[in-house]
T-cell receptor, first 115, second 117 residues
Framework: AQSVAQPEDQVNVAEGNPLTVKCTYSVSGNPYLFWYVQYPNRGLQFLLKYITGDNLVKGSYGFEAEFNKSQTSFHLKKPSALVSDSALYFC?????????????FGTGTRLLVSP | DTEVTQTPKHLVMGMTNKKSLKCEQHMGHRAMYWYKQKAKKPPELMFV???????INESVPSRFSPECPNSSLLNLHLHALQPEDSALYLC????????????????FGPGTRLTVL
């Protein structure tokens, strides 16, 4: 089965500091990985994806993620956090067993950025 | 237009009511999805439509009935729901991939907050 794990329920960081939200994956074959953000009472917004190519992927709002095949990780990063980045972050993988139609989500990580 | 819209924003219904949730996109996407999300949990896939045909049903109870009348619209008909069905219902769409292999990101609507009394 294709799956992703987010080991931290919550990450706290001070504004202006770098942030990392962790994600590890377990898939057979090549992984197709995504990061989404959800603000309170809103739908999910796409941040970035890794399909193939460069291991460092740049996305929306200054976020980037590094694909690491040897560590099976796809951590989300930002050099300088903003209070407005506080939200719920989901890592996800396209499920090969359904012809990649299904998106399998991690459990989510709440990011709190303090002023 | 790069938006997925959902109506209504909020819905309160009794267990004997019949209601419908609506979703619309005008991005030319041919894959559309319904998800259910409980508080502080990830979205759970319910249904996938590909080219207006139901391609995935995640063993959802028959009190939820999806419909895709055309390539821009997706409905979710609700009947005889239970209080535990109260949740945020999210619609999403994406470009269809080659030979159903879909690596494309999904665009989500803002959701319908459903409360079943």
């Amino acid at each position: 089965a294709q799956s992703v794990a987010q080991p931290e329920d919550q990450v706290n960081v001070a504004e202006g500091n770098p942030l990392t939200v962790k994600c590890t994956y377990s898939v057979s074959g090549n992984p197709y990985l995504f990061w989404y953000v959800q603000y309170p009472n809103r739908g999910l917004q796409f941040l970035l994806k890794y399909i193939t190519g460069d291991n460092l992927v740049k996305g929306s709002y200054g976020f980037e993620a590094e694909f690491n095949k040897s560590q099976t990780s796809f951590h989300l990063k930002k050099p300088s956090a903003l209070v407005s980045d506080s939200a719920l972050y989901f890592c996800a993988v396209r499920d090969k067993n359904t012809g990649f139609q299904k998106l399998v989500f991690g459990t989510g990580t709440r990011l709190l950025v303090s002023p | 237009d790069t938006e997925v819209t959902q109506t209504p924003k909020h819905l309160v219904m009794g267990m004997t009511n019949k209601k419908s949730l609506k979703c619309e996109q005008h991005m030319g996407h041919r894959a559309m999805y319904w998800y259910k999300q409980k508080a502080k949990k990830p979205p759970e896939l319910m249904f996938v439509y590909s080219y207006e045909k139901l391609s995935i049903n995640e063993s959802v109870p028959s009190r939820f009935s999806p419909e895709c009348p055309n390539s821009s619209l997706l409905n979710l008909h609700l009947h005889a729901l239970q209080p535990e069905d109260s949740a945020l219902y999210l619609c999403a769409s994406s470009q269809e991939g080659v030979r159903l292999a879909n690596y494309n990101e999904q665009f989500f609507g803002p959701g319908t907050r459903l409360t079943v009394l």
